[in-house]
């Protein structure tokens, strides 16, 4: 595995749409096992492929019980990941990204969503997933849509300013 450069802002890969997998061979498996490394090394919770330089709709996302840490992580593989329904309900959270070095973000976020996609073998996949793991699915997939959190967010400002009241 090869922990691979991430991209930051203004690099032009982050604004393009990425373009959809056909392919399920030996090339996209070692994307995904680059992809989940440099993920675990950031550290980060997701990773999508045009952060690494590449534009295909390649996703991983790797998160634990919101309540309980003893619950080991999941690890989650999303090839051409679309939200299929989401709640009307929303939730305002703070937001990073391994993109956007430096600042933080409170984004608004469906509660509940679901997704479909294929595993990196191109087995499908539905996933219903609530809270914390559907913003990091919202998160990741508006990246393969050349969309940052800062373009979603209410308010933006640097970790270390104090930290604006949330509505």
């Known amino acids: 595995m090869t922990i691979r450069e991430i991209k930051t ?19 996209l498996h070692k994307l995904v096992d680059d992809m989940v490394e440099t ?3 950031a550290p980060g919770v997701g990773l999508a492929a045009p952060q690494v330089g590449i534009s295909e709709r390649v996703a991983v996302v790797e998160f634990g019980h919101e309540d309980d840490e003893d619950i080991p992580r999941q690890l989650y593989v999303l090839v051409n990941p679309e939200i299929v329904k989401m709640s009307d309900e929303t939730v305002r959270g703070i937001e990073g990204c391994l993109s956007v070095p430096g600042l933080v973000g409170s984004v608004d976020r469906a509660k509940v969503v679901t997704v479909r996609a294929q595993d990196q073998h191109g087995k499908k996949l539905k996933i219903r997933a609530v809270g914390w793991l559907a913003r990091i699915f919202q998160h990741e997939i508006d990246h393969l849509d050349g969309v940052l959190y800062t373009d979603r967010a209410v308010e933006i400002w640097q970790p270390d300013e ?3 009241d949330m509505v």
Request: glycine share 0%; net charge positive.
């Open 9 to 27: 802002f203004p690099s032009e890969v982050l604004r393009k749409k990425a373009e959809p997998i056909s392919k399920f061979d030996k090339d």
């Open 39 to 41: 993920m675990r090394v």
């Open 162 to 164: 104090e930290m604006p």
